[in-house]
């Protein structure tokens, strides 16, 4: 069983920049995409960046240029850079690993922005 574990929420100004933290239980290398997801309140969780194993980003039309997503491998470790906040990225964050017979979640971490 994966566990993956994110951290590295927590309330923000507008403006502001966090990095979240994805660390997994067992080798990343085993993963062919790590991802990171956002659910807003009342909302549906939403994709908005990924990572392959070998290192190919893809974001989300609407993250793109403040969301940068990357991997550590020596730590087993995926990683959420977000810039300039706004309060629309209000959300849960969630980290996904696709080993290419299933998808593991981490349990979430809370971002919240303040105008």
């Known amino acids: 069983q994966v566990q993956l574990v994110e951290s590295g929420g927590g309330l923000v100004q507008a403006g502001g920049s966090l990095r979240l933290s994805c660390a997994a239980s067992?080798?990343?290398?085993?993963?062919?995409?790590m991802a990171w997801y956002q659910q807003a309140p009342e909302k549906q969780r939403e994709w908005v960046a990924a990572?392959?194993?070998?290192?190919?980003?893809n974001y989300a039309d609407s993250v793109k240029g403040r969301f940068t997503i990357s991997r550590d491998n020596a730590k087993n470790t995926v990683y959420l850079q977000i810039n300039s906040l706004k309060p629309e990225d209000t959300a849960v964050y969630y980290c996904s690993a696709w080993d290419q017979i299933r998808t593991y979640w981490g349990q979430g971490t809370q971002v919240t922005v303040s105008s």
């Open positions: 067992r080798t990343i290398n085993n993963f062919n995409t």
């Open positions: 990572i392959t194993r070998g290192g190919i980003t």
